[in-house]
């Protein structure tokens, strides 16, 4: 089976670029989240006796990108419920990646609230269970939603690619900034400052919108991850460059269930993205509507 998929997948691969250009596979919906700001999503319903599943993109990203779209594709395929939102970062309709270089007020606890609202919104279309998928920081946003929400409604969370909130160079250096940004915000100072971040060479934020990633620290991540280990399961490329020292092994220690492809990178693409969608679907199985 898993040969036939990925042969299919090869195929659907090689039609990408006709799909892209006609997402007819789903229909645009919309939730207006407050006066002023509405989030858009893509949703293809399933069968019923299958769990619906949402897929978060990456960091600035869109539900476009090609490793949200290709899993809701394959997902979809298999008979999946699948919705696919982009997150507002305070941005009405938004439909596109933001630049590093805007002026970034949204929180990563803003993302969460989000999630929490379009899992409501699923449930009022789909009765059975929900599962939640993430990729890279969108990971980090599915584990805040977890936190937030005494008795989250969704039978499991699976963490692509999962990383913690940091800048790059040495620890010091995130403790210096995460000191400087209490401050700040103590002494009522909003001004955006400019600080690399994540895959920004140079992003402009207000010091709440970075605080609220980088106090994601990995001792945080590891401590959230314990607290949910029964309903997480995170997926790893084992050639991912992009992670912190000692990251893998961390998530392994948490008791949560760790899956490594060999070989995948932070993206899973390549032949790889097959590998992906094969792990996703087996983490999918034996979830009913019980």
């Not at 250009?21 to 919906?29: G, I, L, N």
């Not at 692509?160 to 002494?187: F, V």
């Amino acid at each position: 089976m898993k040969l036939i998929r990925r042969h299919l997948g090869r195929l659907m691969l090689s039609l990408l670029p006709l799909c892209l250009s006609a997402p007819a596979w789903a229909e645009r919906v919309t939730l207006a989240l407050r006066p002023n700001l509405t989030a858009l999503a893509d949703f293809k319903p399933g069968q019923a006796d299958k769990p619906a599943v949402i897929i978060l993109h990456g960091f600035l990203q869109t539900h476009e990108s090609p490793i949200v779209f290709r899993l809701a594709t394959g997902l979809a395929g298999e008979g999946y419920s699948v919705l696919t939102p982009t997150l507002s970062l305070g941005v009405t309709h938004r439909s596109s990646s933001l630049a590093c270089e805007a002026i970034h007020s949204h929180t990563l606890s803003e993302g969460a609230a989000e999630i929490g609202r379009w899992v409501d919104w699923l449930l009022k279309r789909h009765k059975g269970p929900v599962v939640l998928v993430g990729h890279s920081l969108g990971s980090l946003t599915l584990l805040a939603y977890l936190e937030q929400s005494r008795l989250p409604p969704v039978r499991k969370a699976i963490g692509i690619s999962i990383m913690e909130g940091r800048i790059s160079g040495k620890s010091a250096n995130q403790e210096a900034l995460l000191l400087d940004l209490k401050k700040r915000l103590q002494a009522g100072q909003r001004s955006p400052i400019k600080q690399p971040f994540a895959f920004c060479a140079s992003m402009l934020a207000s010091p709440e919108s970075l605080l609220s990633y980088l106090e994601w620290t990995p001792k945080r991540v590891m401590a959230m991850s314990g607290k949910h280990r029964s309903n997480i399961v995170y997926i790893m490329g084992g050639n991912d460059d992009r992670l912190g020292e000692g990251w893998l092994s961390g998530l392994g220690k948490t008791g949560v269930k760790v899956r490594t492809i060999p070989g995948a990178n932070h993206f899973m693409d390549g032949e790889y993205e097959f590998d992906l969608l094969d792990s996703v679907i087996d983490e999918l199985k034996g979830l009913g509507d019980a």
